[in-house]
């Protein structure tokens, strides 16, 4: 593969500059929207109806086209959802993917999937990377999925695909004499996509890293990914890093320690983390560290179906401004909502934003705040930019 020219990185003061000028990035700074706002993560509860239908598509007893509309219907219902629950910003529930990995390689030019017929719908693809990918391939058609979800609310979107470190994870890899040579690649192929999506209006791209935590020896292969997925894209960038969300169980355990350091030198403006399932000790790193990004707060166990109370959720905040302002946090689910019944994902999602609102009302003094603790604020920073 020919080696791209290097970026030199920019300073912080270039950064910050950056982002006040950026339209793209104003659109949904934290600046524009109330405090402590609210936010799902990527994907909404899929209805065992949804899974019987998308089963039968991959054992080819249904047309692509019919499922297609039906797609359409069940992502609709999702974004009325968490507008009534009251969520700040939304998704579309990632309905059209059957997982967190084949509806991009599928897509991706170059990777070949000998076999598409599926036992369940959610079961992984076996694709294989032969030769190496294009450098100026076709489009993932993701544009398609933004717009659609942007005709039928009028809410700030996340819109998300998972990144190229974890995607490099489930390809067989036969093109490539180093791993990182195919991470790249398939980071350059979601650097195009994301040019496109910012293009298309998308203001909120999220890069979703659910292996990372699995292969914490390469932690500063996947950041150098993400950093070229990131670059020229003027968008508001987050990435997500949790410990597995397959069958709404964990993957791995252990504690983010292993981001740090080099997580700070992510071209991203928002880190969204687990916490809920696992505990708030690892809020400790946000005091150890001078972070420039703002923190995603998992609040909500999305590997339990037992229903957070608004108090509860609202303490979990409160713990975590201790380290960090108000300013740098939003409120949002650990992970995903794919594995949850709907109505105890949506009695979730109504939990999180009372909660979210319990503590603004605290911090803004419109209710009893002796139990916020003082936050150890540290010097403000703007996100760094690509």
């Known amino acids: 593969m020919p080696r791209r020219q290097q970026t030199v990185k920019p300073s912080t003061g270039e950064k910050a500059r950056a982002a006040e000028a950026a339209p793209g990035a104003a659109a ?13 993560v990527g994907s909404y509860s899929v209805p065992e109806w949804l899974e019987r239908l998308k089963t039968d ?9 019919y499922l ?105 890899n036969e093109a490539y004499s180093e791993e990182a040579d195919l991470v790249l690649a398939l980071a350059w192929v979601l650097n195009r996509e994301a040019r496109a999506l910012a293009a298309a209006g998308a203001r909120l ?29 003027d968008v508001r960038w987050a990435v997500h890093i949790c410990y597995g969300n397959r069958y709404a169980r964990p993957l791995w355990e252990g504690h983010y320690d292993f981001l740090f350091p080099a997580v700070l030198d992510a071209h991203v403006h928002q880190v969204v983390l687990e916490f809920a399932r ?16 703002l923190l995603g707060l998992g609040v909500i166990d999305v590997k339990s179906n037992d229903v957070e109370t608004a108090d ?30 709907a109505a105890i994902a949506r009695a979730k999602l109504e939990a999180m934003t009372a909660g979210a609102v319990l503590a603004r009302d605290a911090i803004t003094g419109r209710r009893e705040a002796a139990d916020l603790p003082p936050a150890r604020h540290r010097p403000s920073h703007q996100p760094k930019r690509s």
Not at 28 to 40: F, K, Q, W
Not at 315 to 320: G, K
């Open 68 to 172: 297609q509309e039906i797609h359409e219907v069940a992502i609709k219902a999702a974004l009325k959802d968490q507008e009534r629950a009251g969520v700040d910003i939304v998704s579309d529930g990632e309905l059209r993917r059957d997982n967190d990995v084949d509806y991009f390689l599928a897509r991706v030019p170059g990777i070949e999937i000998p076999y598409s017929a599926k036992t369940y719908y959610y079961d992984y693809l076996d694709a294989y990377v032969r030769q190496p990918i294009p450098e100026d391939g076709r489009g993932l058609g993701l544009v398609d999925d933004y717009r659609f979800t942007s005709e039928y609310t009028d809410h700030p979107i996340k819109f998300s695909f998972t990144g190229p470190f974890s995607l490099a994870k489930r390809l067989h």
């Open 28 to 40: 949904l700074s934290v600046e524009h929207m109330r405090l402590l706002p609210t936010s799902v």
């Open 205 to 233: 791209i999220q890069i979703d890293e659910p292996f990372l935590a699995g292969y914490p020896s390469q932690v500063e292969l996947a950041i150098r990914a993400i950093n070229t997925v990131t670059e020229g894209v």
């Open 312 to 341: 509860l959720v609202c303490s979990r905040v409160m713990r975590a401004l201790r380290v960090l302002p108000p300013d740098r946090i939003t409120v949002n689910p650990d992970c995903g909502l794919r594995h949850l019944p």
């Open 278 to 293: 696992k505990g708030y000790d690892d809020l400790d790193l946000f005091s150890r560290y001078e972070t420039p990004f």
């Open 57 to 65: 598509y991959y054992q080819h007893r249904m047309s692509g086209t």
